[in-house]
C-alpha cells in the first residue's frame, strides 16, 4: 500500500458471463464488462464522491472493495487487505450500508440486531455501550430501540442501518445510496451525522448516491464512472471545468431596465421585469462581475445559483465521445444476480 493510501484500485475490472434467449430452445453467451480497468486511491480519512448513471459500475466497485465480489483482473487493497481473500479480517474494519437493502434482522427489535453484532464483532462491552449510546443520540433513534425493525419507516430504518455499520468503529464507510427514498428532514439528519462522525474519528467514506446534494455537501473530491470506465477524478470544482458549466447570477434591480451590460464571457439569458439572469462560467469567480454590476446599476438584491451536477456530469460524458445505449445484461452488471435480504455481515 502507497504511503497514505487507505483503498487503492488499480486497473480493476469485473467481467459478468451473461446469458440470453435467442430462440426457442437456444441461449447465447455473452461478457459484459461491468468495471474496466479503473485505478484509483482514497487517503485515510477522506470522503470522495463516486458518481455515475445507472449501470455505471458504481455498486459493483463496492461490492468489490467489500469483497462481496472477486474482481476479474487487477488489484485491490483496503487498509493493505486484498478484500475477496480476507473478507472475514477485512470485515472488522469496514463499515457498509446499502441503501435499498438491509443488515439489520427484519422481524427482531431494532437494538437486538445491535446486540448481535455486539457478539459477531466482539466489541468489548464499554465500547459498545459507549459506541451505541453516541450514535442513537446522534442519529436520535432513542425512541425506536425497542420497535421491530419491519415497523420503521425507510428513513428510520436507514439511520438504523448507520449505527449498525459504525458499532465495531470501522475505519472506512462504504455508502451506496444512503439517502435514497428519504425526506429532506432525514437527509439532512443524515449528512449532519456523517460530517461529524468524519470529523471526530476520521473516518474514511467512499459515496456512491444519485443525489448529487449528497456530494456537494459531503464530498471535497468526487470521481464520476460511465460504462465501467473512471471518466473524472478530481475536486468538485474541476467537475464543473470538465463539464464547462455555468452559474447563474440573479440580479434584482429598483426598476426595469435594458439588459446589463457585462463583461465578457458574462451574458444576460432572462430578464422579466427587475430582474435579470445572467450566465457565468462556473470556473470564474462572481466577484468581479458583481462589484461591476453594484457600480453601474441600482441594485435591490442578488443571488449567485450554483450549476446542476447532474447537468453537468451529461454535458462532460456528452463532450468525451460516451453515448449510453440499452444493452442486455447492462443493468445485470451492475448486480448479477438477485441478493438476499439481509447483506452477510462476514
Known sequence: MTEQAFIEVDRVEKVFDVRRRT????????????????????????MVGYIGPNG????TTIKMLTGILTPSGGRL?????????ERTRLAHRIGVVFGQRTTLWWDLPLVDSYKLMHRMYRIPDARYREN???LVELLDLGDLLDVPVRQLSLGQRMRGDIVAALLHDPEVLYLDEPTIGLDVVSKGRVREFLKEINAERGTTVLLTTHDLQDIELLCSRVMV???GRLMYNGPLAGLHEAGESERTLVVDLERELPPIDAPAPARVV?????RQWLAFPASESAAPLVARIAAEYPLVDLSVREPDIEAVIAKMLHSSGETRGETPGETLGETPKPPPEREPTT
Not at 487493497?77 to 481473500?85: K, L, Q, T, Y
Not at 432572462?270 to 427587475?274: A, E, I, L, S, T
Open 270 to 274: 432572462k430578464v422579466d421585469g427587475p
Open 225 to 227: 464512472i460511465d460504462h
Open 56 to 59: 455505471a459500475g458504481k455498486s
Open 132 to 134: 451505541l449510546d453516541r
Open 23 to 46: 430462440g426457442f430452445l437456444k441461449r447465447e453467451r455473452r461478457q459484459v464488462r461491468a468495471v474496466d480497468s479503473i485505478s484509483f486511491t482514497v487517503a485515510r480519512g477522506e
Open 77 to 85: 487493497r483496503v487498509a493493505g487487505i486484498d478484500p475477496s481473500r
